[in-house]
């Protein structure tokens, strides 16, 4: 049955990652995996209703996780609807390439932190459009949003998805990762900075001979409210969980209900069609719905490895073969410049139980860094990355040639950091 198992997984996976040469989108062959996998599972057990049991456990974890995503998704998508990130761009007047390098940088930074690297990312790349004209003189840029995004993502419970399931299943806690982890980012995107610093040429870049002009009938008014709401809605989140003690998904869904209803209030006099373009229904239809189940498929697939005992063996292989625990956490970060961080994350909660490493045990900690900037020395390496391949067609080998060292360097810079700041605290 194991082998059988790991097959399925592995040429399910390899369906995900040649998700481009196939032209099938990854979340089809991620959830047959995940059900083929517990089909095995089950079909292979003794006893269907411990099985059962093992599935509805799993799925209450699950849940957490997808509930969490959707809710978030649908305040960005709220906020971008009123052009709320407006606020944000607007504010970025420089003609110095070198200090637009490092205020793109920051603000991709920092945001990602409060979104989420993967709406982050579009958003900034969106912006670059704006500021630059010449594809070759963005494509630097947009490197740069990626490897920042990554970072700014990797020190906040909600600013990446692997951080996010580590905080929801409670390995890390917020403040852990924000004391642990922020100086370490800030490292794996200030190397990278410097670089590009010292070698750019300090001559304006070439802005585009007609701005573009969004055709848009919200107010500033409409504007700053949503945008202070949604932002501020992402930011309390934290706070209710350690409040109230529920978990995530609670207080994200109560974010988006409180905005939905501020919404509904601040269009109710305009007519259906304008108001709906506003609504919270109609950002419900523009989420990525199949990024949602892409991780439920890949999070279903592990639960059946995990639940047949595959993951907990694998560990300890790799305790006994490797035996350094930040060795096989720095290896988990640099394969997920090649294999999504998503299921590597998840396989890493299954392998090891909260009774080995308690919460905000460095080992989690270490991982949530990892596994967040690791992606950003691969084009194809993080949702971030992808996304700003798509909208700028960034060839996969300029990446590799241009940014990867950059983003390997500031990965390791941030490595070195974190075991520095160890050592002193």
């Not at 481009?20 to 089909?39: D, F």
């Not at 932190?113 to 958003?123: G, M, P």
């Not at 580590?166 to 922020?182: D, R």
Request: hydrophobic share 55%.
């Amino acid at each position: 049955m194991e082998i059988l198992l790991a097959l399925v997984f592995v040429i399910g996976y390899a369906a995900i990652t040649l998700e481009h040469p196939l032209n099938i989108n990854k979340a089809a062959p991620a959830l047959i995996t995940g059900v083929v996998c517990w089909t095995i599972y089950m079909l292979n057990s003794p006893d269907a209703h411990v099985v059962n049991h093992q599935l509805v456990e799993h799925l209450g974890e699950m849940s957490g996780i997808i509930f969490f995503l959707l809710g978030a998704m649908v305040i960005v998508e709220l906020i971008d609807a009123h052009d709320g990130f407006q606020i944000i761009t607007d504010r970025i007047k420089t003609d110095s390439p070198r200090k637009l390098l490092w205020i793109i940088g920051f603000i991709s930074f920092f945001l990602s932190a409060v979104l989420d690297n993967l709406t982050t990312t579009i958003v900034m790349v969106s912006l670059l459009r704006k500021i630059i004209a010449d594809k070759q003189d963005r494509l630097f840029y947009a490197g740069i949003i990626v490897i920042a995004a990554n970072a700014g993502g990797a020190w906040s419970p909600i600013g990446d998805v692997t951080t996010t399931m580590l905080w929801i299943g409670n390995q890390v806690t917020t403040g852990a990762i924000v004391m642990k982890l922020f100086l370490p980012s800030v490292a794996c995107l200030a190397v990278p900075l410097l670089y590009l610093n010292w070698k750019m040429k300090d001559t304006a870049p070439s802005l585009p001979p007609v701005k573009e002009i969004k055709a848009n009938n919200t107010t500033a008014r409409e504007r700053n409210i949503v945008f202070s709401l949604g932002v501020g809605g992402l930011l309390f989140v934290p706070i209710f969980k350690t409040v109230t003690h529920l978990p995530p998904y609670m207080g994200i869904l109560l974010v988006l209900g409180v905005l939905w209803v501020v919404t509904e209030l601040l269009h109710h006099k305009k007519n259906l069609d304008e108001k709906g373009r506003y609504s919270a229904a109609h950002a419900l239809q523009k989420i990525d719905a199949a990024s949602v189940l892409f991780f439920l498929g890949i999070l279903v697939a592990i639960s059946a490895l995990q639940s047949a005992g595959m993951l907990s063996k694998l560990a300890v292989w790799l305790s006994e073969t490797i035996g350094d625990q930040n060795i096989i956490v720095i290896a988990i970060g640099l394969l997920s410049a090649v294999i999504d961080n998503v299921p590597l994350v998840a396989a890493s909660m299954g392998m090891y139980s909260l009774e080995q490493f308690p919460t905000d045990h460095n080992f989690w900690v270490f991982l949530a860094y990892c596994a967040g900037t690791g992606g950003s020395c691969l084009i194809i390496g993080s949702a971030a990355g992808v996304a700003a391949m798509g909208m700028e067609r960034i060839d996969f080998f300029w990446y590799l040639k241009k940014i990867s060292l950059l983003a390997l360097l500031g990965y390791f810079a941030g490595v070195a950091v974190y075991f520095l700041q160890n050592q002193i605290f």
